[in-house]
């Protein structure tokens, strides 16, 4: 799953290094739905080499209280580690692709935090829309995410929790940040969450 940074070493010696993404875009045939956030945190906050791969960062905690009504579902038991087969195969059986705003950054400071994230080079969130033609829906994770896709897809950014309708009819739904930073408890960005997945017809 790892593609390696190796090519993204920044060559001026006053700044931090930039990172490629570390993971390939996963665009299952059929995907109804692309998940998009800003980009991975650093390895060592990994709990798996997936999407959302923080344990302390509640995206799967979501879809678990959503789908199966167990914020664990996704864990493995007896670690802190979340089931990386297990969240492959639901979101090939639900629909879901997932991948970021950012295909290349440099980190400010050394967290995962979005406001000392610099953005050298951005996805090109058309060219995965050609890769999954059944997909109408994206849905951004947090505010870089979603400013970013709404200047590519040149429409208005949505409040959180809502939608706006771009060009080509595409939908851009706008969620709460499933980090733990974001000032919203769990139960209230599931209902957010489910809210969103009811109006896709994606529950």
């Given at each position: 799953?790892?593609?390696g940074s190796a090519d993204c070493k920044s060559t001026m010696p006053s700044m931090p290094d930039t990172?490629?993404?570390?993971?390939?875009?996963?665009?299952?045939?059929?995907?109804?739905?692309?998940?998009?956030?800003?980009?991975?945190?650093?390895?060592?906050?990994?709990?798996?080499?997936?999407?959302?791969?923080?344990?302390?960062?509640?995206?799967?905690?979501?879809?678990?209280?959503?789908?199966?009504?167990?914020?664990?579902?996704?864990?493995?038991?007896?670690?802190?580690?979340?089931?990386?087969?297990?969240?492959?195969?639901?979101?090939?059986?639900?629909?879901?692709?997932?991948?970021?705003?950012?295909?290349?950054?440099?980190?400010?400071?050394?967290?995962?935090?979005?406001?000392?994230?610099?953005?050298?080079?951005?996805?090109?969130?058309?060219?995965?829309?050609?890769?999954?033609?059944?997909?109408?829906?994206?849905?951004?994770?947090?505010?870089?995410?979603?400013?970013?896709?709404?200047?590519?897809?040149?429409?208005?950014?949505?409040?959180?929790?809502?939608?706006?309708?771009?060009?080509?009819?595409?939908?851009?739904?706008?969620?709460?940040?499933?980090?733990?930073?974001?000032?919203?408890?769990?139960?209230?960005?599931?209902?957010?969450?489910?809210?969103?997945?009811?109006?896709?017809?994606?529950?």
């Amino acid at each position: 799953m790892r593609t390696g940074s190796a090519d993204c070493k920044s060559t001026m010696p006053s700044m931090p290094d930039t990172e490629c993404h570390p993971f390939e875009p996963f665009l299952p045939g059929g995907a109804r739905v692309l998940f998009l956030g800003s980009f991975p945190p650093q390895p060592k906050r990994w709990s798996m080499e997936f999407y959302y791969p923080n344990w302390l960062n509640d995206f799967w905690r979501i879809m678990g209280l959503i789908y199966f009504g167990e914020r664990e579902w996704f864990a493995v038991g007896g670690g802190k580690r979340f089931d990386v087969s297990r969240i492959v195969g639901f979101c090939r059986e639900r629909g879901f692709a997932l991948y970021d705003t950012a295909v290349e950054v440099r980190r400010l400071k050394d967290n995962a935090s979005d406001a000392f994230l610099e953005v050298v080079r951005e996805t090109d969130i058309r060219a995965l829309l050609a890769q999954i033609p059944s997909c109408h829906t994206i849905v951004t994770t947090g505010e870089k995410a979603t400013t970013i896709a709404a200047r590519q897809l040149s429409c208005a950014l949505p409040a959180v929790g809502s939608f706006v309708t771009a060009p080509s009819s595409l939908r851009l739904w706008r969620m709460p940040s499933t980090s733990r930073a974001y000032p919203l408890p769990l139960a209230a960005k599931a209902t957010a969450y489910r809210r969103m997945l009811e109006a896709e017809g994606l529950i």
